[in-house]
């Protein structure tokens, strides 16, 4: 059983291969799109199938440009590095301090537990 983005992959490996085999065949043999009648002339079909990648890769590249632009001017700076290992520092103090109370509540508890053995006894 085919999954569905299997399915996708191969839909879009299809589409691809047949734009590819139009493409190459009209930029070599231009006549059969006059011959139809859709363009006077084989030299205005061969303009246009290699303007149109062009324009389509110019807009892409100015569009990824753009949003690169955009994400840079919109995202805050970094903290500085001294902030950071400050605050790396104060992290790793308050663990230790947790640490000791855990400790000192354990021995608490132990010394308690040992008094009430005595006096049981």
Do not use: H
């Not at 299997?6 to 589409?15: C, D, L, M, N, T």
Request: glycine share 6%; with cysteine.
């Amino acid at each position: 059983m085919v999954s569905k983005d299997q399915s996708i992959g191969g839909a879009i490996f299809v589409i691809c291969l047949i734009i590819a085999i139009f493409y190459v065949i009209t930029l070599f043999y231009p006549d059969w799109i006059v011959n139809l009648r859709w363009a006077a002339k084989g030299e205005d079909v061969r303009f246009w199938l290699i303007a149109i990648p062009v324009f389509i890769a110019f807009i892409a590249v100015m569009g990824i440009g753009a949003w690169i632009g955009w994400t840079m001017a919109t995202t805050p700076p970094p903290k500085p590095i001294e902030e950071i290992t400050s605050e790396i520092e104060e992290a790793e103090k308050k663990e230790e301090r947790e640490a000791e109370t855990v400790e000192e509540s354990k021995e608490t508890a132990e010394t308690e537990e040992k008094e009430r053995g005595k006096a049981k006894k």
